[in-house]
C-alpha cells in the first residue's frame, strides 16, 4: 500500500459516524433546519454556508457576509470567516480545524471535534439557553492560603520525596525465589 493511501486509512480510521450524527442533529437543532436529505455530512458543510449561520445564531453578526455563490474561493472565505469567528466566539485555536480538511475533505474527524469544541464553548455563553453539545468544561477552582498555611506546607515531607515511615519489604516473598543451576 502506498503512503498515500495509508495516511488516508489512518485518518478516515479516526472518525467516529456517531459524532458526525450528533454534531449534525446539534447543528440542525441550532439553526432550526434539517439537513437535505441524500447528501452526506461533508458536503453540506463544504461550503461554509452552514457553518456561518451556525455561528450567527449564536453569536449575531459574527460573520457579516455569507458568499452563497462564486466558486471555491468564496465558499473557503465562508469557512475562513467561520474559523474566525469561532476563535472569537471562545474556541481555543487548536481546536480549530484547517480549511482544506473541510474543503478538500481531509480530515473530517477533526471538523467534527471543532463543532464539538464550539459546542463546549456554548456553556460559557449564559446568554445561550442550549441545546448544548458535549461534556461542560470545567470550572476554575481557586483557592488563597494565608501566609501561615503556606509556611507549615513547606515543613511537611510528602510520600512522594521518598519517606514511608520506616516501612521497608523485608519479609515479602512474591512468587518463586530466582534459582541460579550451575553446570546444568
Not at 472518525?15 to 449534525?24: F, I, L, S, T, V
Not at 465562508?78 to 482544506?100: C, H, M, R, S, W
Not at 445561550?128 to 494565608?146: H, M, N, V, Y
Request: net charge positive; charged share 25%.
Amino acid at each position: 500500500m502506498s503512503l498515500e493511501r495509508a495516511i488516508r486509512a489512518k485518518i478516515a480510521g479516526k472518525r467516529n459516524p456517531e459524532m458526525d450524527k450528533e454534531a449534525q442533529e446539534w447543528i440542525e437543532a441550532i439553526i432550526g433546519e434539517k439537513f437535505p436529505a441524500g447528501q452526506l455530512y461533508e458536503d453540506v458543510l463544504k461550503d461554509g454556508q452552514v457553518l456561518c449561520r451556525l455561528i450567527n445564531t449564536l453569536q449575531p453578526n459574527a460573520v457579516p457576509k455569507v458568499n452563497s455563490s462564486g466558486g471555491q474561493f468564496k465558499f473557503m472565505e465562508n469557512i475562513n470567516n467561520f474559523q474566525k469567528a469561532l476563535k472569537e466566539y471562545g474556541v481555543p485555536d487548536i481546536d480549530v480545524f484547517q480549511t482544506v480538511d473541510l474543503y478538500e475533505k481531509k480530515d473530517i474527524a477533526q471538523v467534527t471535534n471543532t463543532i464539538f469544541a464550539l459546542g463546549r464553548a456554548t456553556y460559557k455563553h449564559d446568554e445561550f439557553k442550549g441545546p448544548f453539545l458535549g461534556p461542560k468544561p470545567a470550572d476554575e477552582c481557586k483557592r488563597d492560603f494565608t501566609e501561615e498555611q503556606l509556611k507549615a506546607g513547606q515543613t511537611v515531607i510528602g510520600l512522594q520525596a521518598g519517606s514511608n515511615k520506616g516501612a521497608t519489604q523485608a519479609g515479602q516473598n512474591i512468587g518463586a525465589g530466582r534459582k541460579i543451576l550451575i553446570g546444568k
